[in-house]
């Protein structure tokens, strides 16, 4: 019998896991914010075309890279941030995958720029669908500018499946409330064909919120306060009456990033039973912080699902904190904007 079984080339496995961290531009947008974050960038830019279809660029002011890692970056399972797999149990940052450029540069054409502080001249490399098509010694301030251009440009089928520029914009501009909501001291910027569609600058988590959702949020703000062993919750639920029919102001993060969690949710509701009608869905922007040992990130590509040791007992935590707010805020004046 003839063997018949063989390695991929990269480009492939690259294309096969873009399929799953890329879903639409949105996708791309988290990752490369993210990415902006964990090189302690103080101010991120977001600049994007045609619902990201044709460009997404984000610009960071942080660590920037040197010329070996800007090449390396673009290698699947290249990562800064574990060295070994117990760091999968100690994780201090957005990525640990160290798949996000690989994919994107399999499937776009992307150019970086990138340069650390302490480097007269910065690298520029161009990549488009895993071939390396440029790569020079560039001008350019400290930090990472990374330009993702015709996303899809090798995946018609993908390409096709995008939905309208405002659905996709709107996934968009969800990403970029994820992430400027968890990093409220970050100064972010977003703009859309030219216009400017955020501007944030850093604050405390109550303005930030404020900020993204609207003036009108700010008396609406109820504070949640916990500390346990096990948690530490902070931040805001919306009074009951501001319930919405929408659950677009639903945030949870844990340790700094969003994730989606339909059991906390229910512990959320659960504490406002009898103070919003049936279908109205509570606001709720809340930073639960737990010990990085007693979760588990990596069960999905696009890490906004977390494996909890004891969700029975945060569960628990969750809904008294949050009943216990409603119920001071019954008695309590309303709250000043600095608090
Ligand atoms: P991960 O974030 O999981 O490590 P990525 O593919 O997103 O994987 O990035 C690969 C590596 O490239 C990162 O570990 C980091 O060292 C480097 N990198 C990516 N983006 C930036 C950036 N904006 N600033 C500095 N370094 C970056
Ligand atoms: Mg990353």
Same mark, same amino acid.
């Given at each position: 019998?003839?063997?018949?079984?063989?390695?991929?080339?990269?480009? /492939?496995?690259?294309?096969?896991?873009?399929?799953?961290?890329? !879903?639409?531009?949105?996708?791309?947008?988290?990752?490369?914010?993210?990415?902006? +974050?964990?090189?302690?960038?103080?101010? &991120?830019?977001?600049?994007? *075309?045609?619902?990201?279809?044709?460009?997404?660029?984000?610009?960071?002011?942080?660590?920037?890279?040197?010329?070996?890692?800007?090449?390396?970056?673009?290698? @699947?399972?290249?990562?800064? *941030?574990?060295?070994?797999?117990?760091?999968?149990?100690?994780?201090?940052?957005?990525?640990? $995958? %160290?798949?996000?450029?690989?994919?994107?540069?399999?499937?776009?054409?992307?150019?970086?720029?990138? *340069?650390?502080? !302490?480097?007269?001249?910065?690298?520029?490399?161009?990549?488009?669908?895993?071939?390396?098509?440029?790569?020079? /010694?560039?001008?350019?301030?400290?930090?990472?500018?990374?330009?993702?251009?015709?996303?899809?440009?090798? &995946?018609?089928?993908?390409?096709?499946?995008?939905?309208?520029?405002?659905?996709?914009?709107?996934?968009? =501009?969800?990403?970029?409330? @994820?992430?400027?909501?968890?990093?409220?001291?970050?100064?972010?910027?977003?703009?859309?064909?030219?216009?400017?569609?955020?501007?944030?600058?850093?604050?405390?988590?109550? !303005? @930030? /919120?404020?900020?993204?959702?609207?003036?009108? #949020?700010?008396?609406?703000?109820?504070?949640?306060?916990?500390?346990?062993? /096990?948690?530490? =919750?902070?931040?805001?639920? %919306?009074?009951?009456?501001?319930?919405?029919?929408?659950?677009?102001? !639903?945030?949870?993060?844990?340790?700094?990033?969003? +994730?989606?969690?339909?059991?906390?949710?229910?512990? +959320?509701?659960?504490?406002?039973?009898?103070?919003?009608?049936?279908?109205?869905?509570?606001?709720?922007?809340?930073?639960?912080?737990?010990?990085?040992? #007693? +979760?588990?990130?990596?069960?999905?590509? #696009? *890490?906004?699902?977390?494996?909890?040791?004891?969700?029975?007992?945060?569960?628990?935590?969750? $809904?008294?904190?949050?009943?216990?707010?409603?119920?001071?805020?019954?008695?309590?004046?309303?709250?000043?904007?600095?608090?």
């Amino acid at each position: 019998m003839a063997d018949i079984i063989q390695l991929l080339p990269d480009h /492939v496995a690259n294309q096969i896991a873009a399929g799953e961290v890329v !879903q639409r531009p949105a996708s791309v947008v988290k990752e490369l914010l993210e990415n902006a +974050i964990d090189a302690e960038s103080t101010e &991120i830019k977001l600049i994007i *075309k045609d619902s990201g279809k044709t460009l997404i660029q984000v610009i960071d002011n942080g660590k920037g890279m040197s010329v070996t890692d800007a090449r390396l970056s673009f290698e @699947r399972h290249a990562t800064s *941030k574990i060295r070994a797999a117990e760091d999968l149990f100690n994780l201090h940052t957005k990525g640990f $995958r %160290g798949e996000a450029l690989a994919s994107i540069a399999a499937i776009a054409h992307v150019e970086l720029k990138t *340069k650390q502080e !302490q480097d007269e001249l910065g690298t520029q490399i161009e990549i488009e669908g895993s071939d390396l098509k440029a790569q020079n /010694v560039v001008v350019t301030p400290k930090g990472t500018s990374l330009a993702v251009k015709h996303l899809f440009f090798n &995946i018609p089928a993908r390409r096709n499946f995008l939905k309208s520029n405002a659905v996709e914009l709107r996934h968009i =501009i969800d990403e970029f409330h @994820r992430v400027a909501l968890a990093h409220p001291s970050i100064v972010f910027a977003m703009y859309h064909n030219g216009s400017e569609i955020f501007n944030l600058p850093s604050s405390n988590y109550r !303005q @930030r /919120v404020v900020n993204i959702f609207g003036g009108k #949020t700010n008396e609406k703000l109820v504070p949640v306060e916990e500390t346990t062993e /096990v948690l530490k =919750i902070s931040g805001f639920v %919306g009074k009951p009456e501001f319930a919405k029919k929408t659950k677009n102001e !639903q945030f949870f993060f844990v340790n700094n990033r969003f +994730i989606k969690s339909p059991y906390l949710n229910h512990a +959320i509701n659960s504490a406002f039973e009898g103070l919003v009608k049936d279908g109205a869905h509570p606001s709720y922007f809340l930073n639960l912080t737990v010990d990085p040992k #007693t +979760i588990d990130i990596n069960i999905h590509p #696009t *890490k906004t699902e977390i494996k909890f040791d004891d969700e029975h007992t945060l569960y628990a935590i969750l $809904r008294s904190a949050v009943k216990h707010s409603l119920g001071q805020f019954n008695i309590a004046p309303v709250l000043d904007f600095d608090s």
